[in-house]
């Protein structure tokens, strides 16, 4: 079975300092790992996803996230972020393997608010 | 445009009656979801369907009933043996079969509360 810890609930930073959002993983198979967003009384938007390929992913605005296999994590940083970013991001991963019975089924962390202050 | 169309999005219900969340899509995509949202619990999976007329138990069925008789549609009910049903509920679907990523698409909402 696989999981996923966000080790922060809360993150309070200032507008235009950099962000860091961590994720863990455990799985005994390859992963496939994605960022979600949500706005307040909205739904889940996808942010970005690993795959396979380059370890680093981007998504359009600004965010980054790396997948390091050897530490299991899936961290999310942004250099310098904006009022507007404030909202809760939820890390989430599915196991990698066609056709099995997780499929599709995607076991999210607990989420991080992330409040960025003026 | 293509997305998933959740209603109501605000619903407030009085002890001991059930009440039907709608959920409807137009991705063409096979598998659609039932989560239920908690402060600080993330996302927890309700129901689950793959195929028109079949669908699973998630990890917090009890309480809930679904049904899937066609593809673009799968509605929640919440029925009066769900003991804590006030929570935010969130539909989602992907690709089934075509797409084995696991991503979701969600749709807006509906946020129950119990009177």
Known sequence: AQSVTQLDSQVP???????????????SVSVYLFWYVQYPNQGLQLLLKYLSGSTLVESINGFEAEFNKSQTSFHLRKPSVHISDTAEYFCAVSAGVAGGTSYGKLTFGQGTILTVHP | DGGITQSPKYLFRKEGQNVTLSCEQNLNHDAMYWYRQDPGQGLRLIYYSQIVNDFQKGDIAEGYSVSREKKESFPLTVTSAQKNPTAFYLCASSPGTSGITGELFF?????????
């Open chain 2, 107 to 115: 749709g807006e909402g509906s946020r129950l509360t119990v009177l």
């Open chain 1, 13 to 27: 930073v200032f507008e235009e300092a950099p962000v860091e959002l961590r994720c863990n993983y455990s799985s």
